[in-house]
């Protein structure tokens, strides 16, 4: 007879007790996954989202006229303000800001024939640093423009079907449409900064200029807020460091929802920690209740020749099976549930509830089944060690 | 075989109080004897067999079993020595509820060096057959009568051949005709073992089962009938 086989017949024995710590061993792997599966989708999700909002902040050039902005800050004003590149540094250097990327208004064209709407707007943009245009093309991202390429809004035809147009005689590959967004980003063609220059080099040749401006200003830098800092304060900030730029801030609509998303996954980390606490607790409790419900059992094996560490052994082994068991148990379900109700779940939180990469899950399963074995463990040491040390006519007495 | 020099054992108990439960204590048992020990309840016996096994220490005097003083060896050797050496009989009910009989026969071939394997099982059913329990091998104790049970917890006390047979009070829950069952039984294995017995009992009737009685009273070995 081996060790093995006394402590399942003690997990056995007491199915009532062993239930339950099985149930707190798979709670806490199995809410530690998934709280872990909703913090992973979440963060994916908030990150997307975030993205597609465009900057938390645009920085325009001090003067420009405050114009109403609803909705996601995605491209900059159309404004004849420009204000030096080097302000993008400076703004770069602001605590809290965590990316930059400049934007320059080049024209606006009536009537260009390209698209159903009456306007078409032309604006440059830098494809290395952008952030605000890249979710828009997260299907198909494009690494970088060369001269002469460029980014379509959705509402932008190149004439035949094809994908080239003539901005001011200037000849544009559309490389890409973007999806659908709303709002006047849907008529703009988006250019790099060398073919901005190209094309304004252009129009300079002919007899009357369409437009006039300094290829070496920008109109617009995009501010990125580091996530935990307030867009408001940082645009305070650019106020204060920043002379000659007027930080406007995103509407609160974004926010709103970031900070809900933040509330709720504070919500998660916080339920699960109480979980995870109620069921060490309750953990120590069924232990020594164990412990001292065999309190003769363990005096009878230690008159019979069970050492101390054998004693010892035959508890913390029973919490182990327990542990790994019903950690076992909650790590499949979570698993499962995240794979069977992930839309479910989805809908129901807005929070992209996905299994992670294989790799990636297996390590959560392993740390999953760490923490339910390291809780039993726990929970099981310190009545066990304490039951093991006393003087043994104690135990063997009622 | 046994040596107990001016033994004392307070127990102290939460607060200040402390209980005195064996008093100056000195006692010979020779190799082979078997001793009935008596005296009311809170005597001081159960102290006493727990002293003799090294399960408690003295409070003031010497404790030997075989010359050794086994309750300041180290965890494992005493361990080994009680696994090796001693067979127990308690008071209470022993057996463990999720073992059968010849599970809980086998218990202390788990924890020392004797006999293992399908020798030990042999062993196992062999001592069972002996105390009457042959078609109740793989009964669980609650399938069990009192008596039965501590058939059970004798057989798993010869289990690794002991020289010392400590019994507590085996028939304290049986009435009288198994009382006198379970006490020739003992007869029968010190005549066919020569193991050396100590047993206590409160039942002065089965003084004669023994080779020598020893009575006690408040912790100390008394000549008179109380
Ligand atoms: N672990 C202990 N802690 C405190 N007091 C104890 C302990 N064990 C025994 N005692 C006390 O020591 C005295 C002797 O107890 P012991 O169990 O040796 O008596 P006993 O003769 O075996 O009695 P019984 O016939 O009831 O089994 C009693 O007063 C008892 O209350
Ligand atoms: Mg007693």
């Known amino acids: 007879m081996s060790l093995l086989v006394l402590v399942l017949r003690n997990i056995s024995g007491n199915l009532f007790r062993s239930g339950a710590i099985f149930l707190c061993a798979s709670l806490v792997a199995g809410l530690g996954l998934s709280a872990t599966f909703v913090v992973r989708g979440a963060e994916t999700g908030l990150r997307q989202n975030l993205s597609r909002m465009g900057a938390d902040i645009i920085a325009v050039p001090w003067g420009t006229m405050s114009q109403d902005f609803d909705g996601a800050h995605l491209m900059g004003m159309m404004t004849e303000r420009w204000m030096p590149r080097a302000y993008m540094e400076k703004i770069a250097a602001v605590p809290g800001v965590e990316a930059t990327s400049p934007q320059l208004y080049v024209s606006?064209?009536?009537?260009?024939?390209?698209?159903?709407?009456?306007?078409?707007?032309?604006?440059?943009?830098?494809?290395?640093?952008?952030?605000?245009?890249?979710?828009?093309?997260?299907?198909?991202?494009?690494?970088?423009?060369?001269?002469?390429?460029?980014?379509?809004?959705?509402?932008?035809?190149?004439?035949?079907?094809?994908?080239r147009i003539h901005l001011y005689g200037y000849p544009i590959h559309l490389l890409r449409s973007l999806e659908e967004v709303g709002g006047d980003i849907d008529q703009t063609v988006f250019i790099s900064f060398e073919t901005a220059l190209a094309i304004l080099e252009h129009v300079q040749m002919e007899a009357q200029p369409a437009f006039e401006i300094n290829p070496h200003t920008i109109s617009t830098a995009m501010v990125k807020v580091r996530l935990g800092h307030s867009p408001h304060d940082v645009a305070v900030s650019i106020l204060e460091q920043v002379p000659g730029v007027l930080p406007i801030e995103s509407t609160g609509f974004f926010q709103t929802q970031r900070s809900?998303?933040?509330?709720?996954?504070?919500?998660?980390?916080?339920?699960?920690?109480?979980?995870?606490?109620?069921?060490?607790?309750?953990?120590?409790?069924?232990?020594?209740?164990?412990?001292?419900?065999?309190?003769?059992?363990?005096?009878?094996?230690?008159?019979?020749?069970?050492?101390?560490?054998?004693?010892?052994?035959?508890?913390?082994?029973?919490?182990?099976?327990?542990?790994?068991?019903?950690?076992?148990?909650?790590?499949?379900?979570?698993?499962?549930?995240?794979?069977?109700?992930?839309?479910?779940?989805?809908?129901?939180?807005?929070?992209?509830?996905?299994?992670?990469?294989?790799?990636?899950?297996?390590?959560?399963?392993?740390?999953?089944?760490?923490?339910?074995?390291?809780?039993?463990?726990?929970?099981?040491?310190?009545?066990?060690?304490?039951?093991?040390?006393?003087?043994?006519?104690?135990?063997?007495?009622? | 075989m046994i040596s107990l020099q001016n033994v004392s054992k307070t127990y102290s108990v939460r607060g200040d109080s402390s209980v005195l439960a064996v008093r100056n204590l000195t006692m010979q048992v020779e190799k082979g004897e078997f001793v009935i020990i008596t005296g009311r309840s809170g005597s001081g016996k159960t102290t006493l067999l727990s002293l003799v096994a090294g399960l408690t220490w003295p409070t003031s005097g010497q404790v030997l079993l075989d010359g050794i003083e086994v309750w300041r060896l180290a965890d494992k050797e005493q361990s080994l020595l009680r696994n090796k050496k001693i067979g127990f009989v308690f008071q209470?009910?022993?057996?463990?509820?999720?073992?059968?009989?010849?599970?809980?026969?086998?218990?202390?071939?788990?924890?020392?060096?004797?006999?293992?394997?399908?020798?030990?099982?042999?062993?196992?059913?062999?001592?069972?057959?002996?105390?009457?329990?042959?078609?109740?091998?793989?009964?669980?104790?609650?399938?069990?009568?009192?008596?039965?049970?501590?058939?059970?917890?004798?057989?798993?006390?010869?289990?690794?051949e002991p020289q010392l047979l400590l019994a507590d009070e085996p028939t304290s829950d049986l009435d009288e005709l198994t009382e006198h069952e379970i006490m020739a039984l003992f007869r029968n294995i010190h005549a066919l073992t020569g193991v050396t017995v100590l047993l206590v009992t409160h039942s002065n009737d089965l003084a004669g089962y023994g080779t020598r009685l020893i009575r006690m009273a408040g912790g100390a070995i008394t000549d008179l009938d109380d």
Do not use: H
């Open chain 1, 260 to 398: 809900q998303m933040v509330g709720l996954l504070r919500t998660v980390l916080a339920l699960s920690g109480l979980t995870w606490m109620l069921s060490l607790a309750f953990m120590g409790f069924a232990f020594t209740l164990a412990a001292n419900e065999r309190r003769r059992q363990i005096g009878v094996l230690r008159a019979l020749g069970a050492t101390r560490g054998l004693v010892l052994k035959t508890l913390l082994l029973e919490g182990v099976v327990l542990a790994l068991s019903g950690g076992a148990a909650g790590t499949i379900s979570a698993v499962l549930s995240a794979f069977l109700f992930r839309e479910q779940i989805a809908r129901a939180t807005d929070i992209q509830y996905t299994l992670p990469p294989p790799l990636a899950l297996l390590g959560m399963v392993a740390a999953g089944l760490v923490l339910a074995l390291l809780s039993v463990s726990a929970a099981a040491w310190f009545p066990a060690s304490r039951l093991c040390r006393e003087e043994m006519v104690v135990t063997v007495r009622e």
């Open chain 2, 92 to 160: 209470f009910p022993s057996l463990l509820p999720t073992l059968t009989s010849v599970e809980n026969v086998l218990l202390p071939t788990m924890f020392g060096d004797k006999v293992k394997g399908d020798r030990s099982r042999d062993r196992a059913v062999m001592l069972l057959e002996q105390v009457g329990l042959n078609d109740k091998l793989r009964s669980y104790p609650r399938q069990l009568s009192g008596g039965q049970q501590q058939r059970v917890v004798i057989a798993r006390a010869l289990m690794n």
């Open chain 1, 108 to 163: 606006t064209w009536a009537d260009s024939g390209f698209t159903t709407r009456p306007e078409l707007y032309v604006v440059a943009y830098e494809p290395a640093t952008d952030f605000v245009l890249r979710p828009w093309l997260e299907n198909d991202p494009i690494g970088t423009l060369r001269l002469g390429e460029g980014v379509a809004g959705a509402a932008i035809q190149a004439p035949d079907g094809g994908q």
